[in-house]
């Protein structure tokens, strides 16, 4: 099984920073890609940043800037660096992986999910 661990919210004033950490374990033959998506209550999911296996990747407009993701491939580990918060930040943010496990020799895509690290920004 798969599992995946986010860390890092908190509460922090308009400006300030915070960095959440995502690690991936189990029986993980590879990662396609790792990101992060927030939600925010009565709203829907919605991308945060992306990255891919081979370093590429994607931001949500709102957050370009402000917001870097990197990972560590050796340790199936994303981070997402988030500077200049503002309060329309405020949500939970999950972290997500797209997995290939290896089952009896046949390759499966799977979609794992993080349980949500709270993020909260005042004004």
């Known amino acids: 099984q798969v599992q995946l661990v986010d860390s890092g919210g908190g509460l922090v004033q308009a400006g300030g920073s915070l960095r959440l950490s995502c690690a991936a374990s189990?029986?993980?033959?590879?990662?396609?890609?790792m990101g992060w998506y927030r939600q925010a209550p009565g709203k829907q999911r919605e991308l945060v940043a992306t990255?891919?296996?081979?370093?590429?990747?994607n931001y949500a407009d709102s957050v370009k800037g402000r917001f870097t993701i990197s990972r560590d491939n050796a340790k199936n580990t994303v981070y997402l660096q988030m500077n200049g918060l503002k309060p329309e930040g405020t949500a939970v943010y999950y972290c997500?992986?797209?997995?290939?496990?290896?089952?009896?020799?046949?390759?499966?895509?799977?979609?794992?999910w993080g349980q949500g690290t709270q993020v909260t920004v005042s004004s």
């Open positions: 189990g029986s993980i033959f590879g990662i396609n890609a």
């Open positions: 997500n992986a797209e997995v290939t496990v290896v089952i009896g020799g046949v390759a499966r895509m799977l979609d794992y």
């Open positions: 990255i891919t296996a081979t370093g590429s990747t």
